[in-house]
């Protein structure tokens, strides 16, 4: 047999064996691992007390009004535009970028009641997707005493509930304490 048709012959005997392993059974494999493991597929999708899904826990979304807690500043689309997924792509001393922190800044500490100084760079920046669902333990504190206010609850259990919702790092040194503002709001609800 000539040495070209030989390896010509391996070369399409390893493609179909490659093709069933990494086309099929590989999928295949992964498919049935993700079914398997409750909470990694299907959109990490929340729901209410009654069982609606009200939205995800992977993708931010506003809340209007002072009775909620509200998330960082989203750059993505007109706010939380999952298919327009960006940051504001603005240098630090970029003179638009600086306008509206000031502006948001002396926004939270009107609403709030606290000094500027105090409140946390995530309630004032949007996070480098625009989707983020997280935002600081310090800035949901920070919002408790308004919201306790204006849902007329005592602002020890508000900030009881905040401690409660509270993630800490992955694997405890991977990345930073964060508290997601969806599922804290349900939290806030059921208070009532």
């Known amino acids: 047999m000539d040495i070209t048709l030989r390896q010509s012959w391996v070369a399409l005997r390893l493609l179909i064996v490659m093709t ?13 691992v993700g079914r398997a493991i409750p909470g990694t ?24 009004g002072p009775t909620w807690f509200h998330p960082r500043p989203s750059a ?39 000094a500027p100084a105090s ?14 669902p997280d935002i600081s333990p310090d800035y949901a504190r920070l919002q408790a005493t308004s919201i306790a206010k204006a849902r007329h609850l005592d602002v020890a259990k508000l900030l009881a509930l905040v401690d409660a919702h509270v993630t800490g790092r992955i694997l405890g ?14 939290a806030l609800e059921q208070m009532r």
């Not at 392993?21 to 999928?27: F, H, M, N, T």
């Not at 992977?58 to 209007?64: A, C, E, H, P």
């Not at 409140?119 to 983020?132: E, H, M, Y």
Request: charged share 10%.
């Open 41 to 64: 597929t299907n959109g990490s999708f929340v729901t209410n007390a009654s069982g609606q899904v009200v939205g995800s826990a992977l993708i931010g979304q506003n809340f209007d």
């Open 119 to 132: 409140i946390p760079a995530d309630a004032v920046t949007s996070s480098g997707s625009g989707l983020d």
């Open 173 to 186: 040194f991977i990345g930073e304490p964060r508290v997601n503002v969806l599922e804290l709001n349900l």
């Open 76 to 114: 993505a689309g007109k706010g939380y535009d999952p298919l327009s997924s960006g940051g504001t792509n603005l240098a630090d001393d970029n003179p638009d970028l600086v306008k509206s922190i000031a502006a948001a800044n002396a926004t939270i500490a009107a609403a709030d009641g606290v």
């Open 20 to 32: 069933v392993v990494l086309g099929i059974a590989y999928p295949v494999a992964i498919y049935v």
